[in-house]
């Protein structure tokens, strides 16, 4: 039996006799841990995996317990709407959507802004609902509401401590379990490319605006059922839990837990429920005074395990106990994903025409035009500066032409974002290497296959995305193969070569089934065997039909490559043709061999 199965075996069984050896006082320290490690979840997920940092989580949480105890308790509900009341299961889930509703709204106002905003932002709207709960009369001001049912489920009434436990413990495991699956899964790396990888993934067609509203509102549905079996077991709200300072510290125990980490959630929680329980105890007969001693404390933790364990403690338990991850197994026997057949050989693929783009008074494209054929290797060559780059983007719909217009395969690209034109089917990789250092070879390729498959966050979360999965993870392992990778697929992408991630970048771009790869200098900074390496590998792409453009620095490198070239300087065509009629241009030989270049 695999390690990592037993060790989670014997944690399982250990959490089940809890309740019958511990004295209730521990069970319900464990409840609180149980319920704290749900919102904490929640913030691994959001701004340990996906950077986006939240002090407002305690607002959900309250919003799933004011949501039940109101509904629950209330005398005088409209005969329309009795219904609601009538069962903790049904407020459970009129509070999740709810909170859905909330959170896509707060999300859609909130998630766009960046750096210290958003943060600001979660505060404002956290105070904002914690002083709703405080002073709305019919939710019983500041002394909350009271009589609070218990949860029976199938008959059996949770109103203990050691019973009510096993539905918090189910609920976070359950949690636990789903995000795990999100995370491995196509809309998981999608999620785990949101902490910088933006520009990266939304060039491989994700739609990131989508994936930070996904982990915002799953974050907040944890918080919502945390609440929920709160006010349940508690039996009363009142609005003190669910104040900012309580959203700090669900932040708090993410970080200290291991914010990337969803075990880490549960240590975090752990950890600062029982320390805060301990120092609350012995702090004041230390200092023989009575006063909030342990949120100093705290203060000191936090900047000590910022500054020793950035990555929290989740990573260094993990070291202690021999638990090792499992290794994704391609399975050979998968569907292949079908594939877009390619324009035929000499077919027009892209064109600019006449493209103009001016910064200001700086003419950085000057009336290019320039072709691509299908199954051809195009090179656009100039010394530096001469606006390669910027062509690049026009390109490739990154910037439109302030006049011209390109087309890829009879349709403009301008007004098209990264996404569509990657659907449409030009795929690039970038000047300075993107990639998501901690994650696999495998894993970042198949980032590239995802537009070419479908599965959302439910099926990925109950793991009925299996056999999509397979495909994907079948076309990624083919493209690594296919570039020459194979022995460095489960290694971290971070660990390879500059020439190696190079190469990773073009697998991914090949992932995503393109008929024209777009490289911006893949040979800047590669020794010279890795440059024959990559010659090799380009070769070997337009042998199978495919078209590429390559911006080049290094004429060099593109002579004994490419079929065509196209020469630049100050912004403006200056010679076109085959390598050979170039290398004897008179122009070209002044640009290149004539200048500082
Ligand atoms: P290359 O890739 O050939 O080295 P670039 O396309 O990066 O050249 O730059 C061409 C010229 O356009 C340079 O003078 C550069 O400073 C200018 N340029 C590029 N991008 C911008 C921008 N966003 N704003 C202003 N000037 C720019
Ligand atoms: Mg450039």
Redesign the pocket.
């Given at each position: 039996m695999r390690t990592d199965r037993l060790v989670l075996g014997a944690f399982l069984a250990l959490l089940l006799v809890v309740p019958a050896v511990l004295s209730p006082f521990y069970v319900t320290l464990l409840n609180y841990i149980g319920l704290y490690a749900m919102v904490a979840l929640g913030l691994v997920l959001l701004t340990g995996v996906g950077g986006l940092t939240s002090f407002g989580q305690a607002a959900f949480v309250g919003l799933g317990a004011y949501t039940t105890a109101a509904l629950t308790t209330a005398q005088d509900l409209p005969g329309w709407l009795a219904w609601a009341g009538s069962s903790p299961w049904l407020t459970l889930v009129i509070g999740l959507v709810l909170t859905a509703t909330v959170a896509v709204v707060l999300g859609s106002l909130t998630l766009k802004l960046s750096g210290h905003f958003l943060p600001l932002g979660t505060i404002a709207w956290g105070i904002s609902l914690y002083f709703l709960f405080g002073t709305m009369e019919s939710l019983g001001g500041h002394t909350g509401i009271t009589g609070v049912p218990p949860i029976s489920l199938f008959g059996w009434v949770l109103d203990e401590g050691g019973e009510i436990y096993y539905l918090i413990w189910a609920f976070l495991l359950l949690a636990v379990f789903t995000t795990q699956n999100l995370l491995d899964s196509r809309e998981g790396r999608a999620i785990r490319a949101l902490k910088g990888g933006m520009v990266m993934a939304e060039a491989m067609g994700v739609n990131t605006a989508r994936s930070r509203m996904i982990i915002f509102v799953i974050a907040a549905l944890h918080a919502c059922a945390s609440g929920w079996l709160y006010a349940h077991m508690q039996r009363f709200v009142n609005p003190t839990p669910f104040g900012l300072h309580i959203g700090i510290e669900y932040l708090f125990m993410a970080v200290v837990g291991g914010a990337g980490h969803v075990w880490g959630a549960l240590v975090g929680a752990g950890l600062i429920t029982v320390l805060k329980q301990w120092l609350q105890d012995l702090l004041p007969k230390l200092f023989g005074a009575s006063g909030n001693f342990e949120v100093i404390v705290f203060g000191l933790m936090m900047v000590l395990v910022l500054q020793r364990a950035r990555d929290g403690l989740w990573p260094i338990l993990k070291r202690l106990v021999p638990v090792r991850g499992v290794q994704k197994t391609i399975d050979p026997n998968a569907e292949t994903l079908p594939r877009r057949t390619l324009p035929k050989a000499g077919e027009l693929i892209l064109e600019a025409k006449d493209v103009t783009r001016k910064?200001?008074g700086?003419v950085?494209?000057n009336n290019m035009s320039l072709t691509v054929r299908a199954g051809e290797i195009l090179a656009l060559i100039?010394?530096?500066?001469?606006?390669?780059?910027?062509?690049?983007?026009q390109i490739s719909g990154v910037?439109t032409p302030t006049s011209g217009e390109v087309r890829f395969l009879g349709k403009p690209v301008a007004g098209h974002d990264s996404r569509e034109i990657a659907r449409m089917g030009m795929s690039r990789t970038f000047q300075h290497v993107k990639l998501l250092p901690t994650m696999t070879v495998l894993e970042n390729v198949a980032i590239g296959a995802h537009l070419r498959s479908h599965k959302g966050v439910l099926s990925s979360a109950w793991r009925l995305d299996r056999d999509e999965e397979a495909r994907l993870l079948k076309e990624a392992a083919w493209q690594i193969e296919r570039v020459g990778l194979k022995e460095h697929m489960y290694e971290e992408a971070g660990s390879l070569a500059l020439g190696q991630q190079r190469i990773l970048e073009i697998a991914r771009a090949l992932c995503s089934d393109p008929c024209l790869l777009l490289l911006?200098?893949p040979a800047a900074g590669l020794r010279f065997k890795e440059k024959e390496a990559l010659g090799e590998l380009l070769r070997k792409l337009r042998s199978e039909g495919m078209a590429t453009l390559i911006?080049e620095?290094d004429m060099d490198f593109v002579m004994g490559l490419v079929d065509r070239i196209v020469v630049?300087e100050f912004?403006q065509k200056i010679a076109e043709g085959l390598p050979d009629e170039i290398q004897r241009n008179p122009a070209v030989l002044e640009a290149y061999l004539g200048g500082v270049d």
């Open positions: 910064f200001g700086l950085a494209n100039g010394p530096n500066g001469a606006g390669k780059s910027t062509m690049f983007n910037d911006d200098e911006v620095h630049m912004g």
